[in-house]
């Protein structure tokens, strides 16, 4: 199972006892398991990792802690059109979005500079105090562009 940076774990940790929530054993295994990951994560790929590792958490659990890491501002939760959620930690200091293949599933992240110093402007030309924001461009990645095009019929009057 990936390691969490101790500093975040530790910070989840603060910040669940600032607000008197007890800080379990499950709560500090499913924090491990999603701040410590480079990759996103569904609700079964933790408990799969956990398992993996000799744990054993129920899917419930693993669903209330998620909630409070997204609550808490350490976890995003992502709908990418799988049908379920994905998560991944959030790292103040890597903004990214991410395309994502509505053919083959493929995720890429893109970094957000020049859209990180718009988008304050936008939402201050509306009156919005933006607290968090979340990008994502959903379409056909490269490789399944050119196999659309590839298997496309020409079109009328023209050949290929």
Not at 1 to 9: E, G, H, R, T, Y
Not at 26 to 50: K, T
Not at 60 to 74: E, N, S, W
Request: net charge positive.
């Amino acid at each position: 199972m990936p390691d969490a940076p101790p500093a975040a774990q530790e910070r989840f940790r603060r910040w669940l006892r600032d607000r008197h929530q007890p800080v379990t054993r499950q709560r500090d295994l499913v924090a491990g398991a999603v701040l410590g990951a480079d990759r996103h994560l569904s609700v079964d790929d933790i408990a799969a990792l956990l398992r993996r590792s000799g744990e054993q958490v129920g899917t419930a659990t693993i669903y209330r802690a998620l909630d409070t890491l997204v609550a808490a501002g350490f976890v995003r939760a992502h709908d990418f059109g799988e049908g379920f959620r994905r998560y991944e930690a959030i790292d103040p200091g890597s903004a990214h979005g991410h395309l994502v293949c509505r053919r083959c599933g493929k995720l890429t992240e893109f970094a957000l500079e020049q859209l990180e110093r718009a988008l304050p402007l936008l939402a201050d030309q509306h009156g919005f105090l933006a607290e968090r924001y979340q990008v994502e461009l959903h379409g056909l990645c490269r490789e399944c562009r050119r196999r659309e095009v590839g298997a496309a019929p020409a079109a009328p009057g023209r050949s290929r």
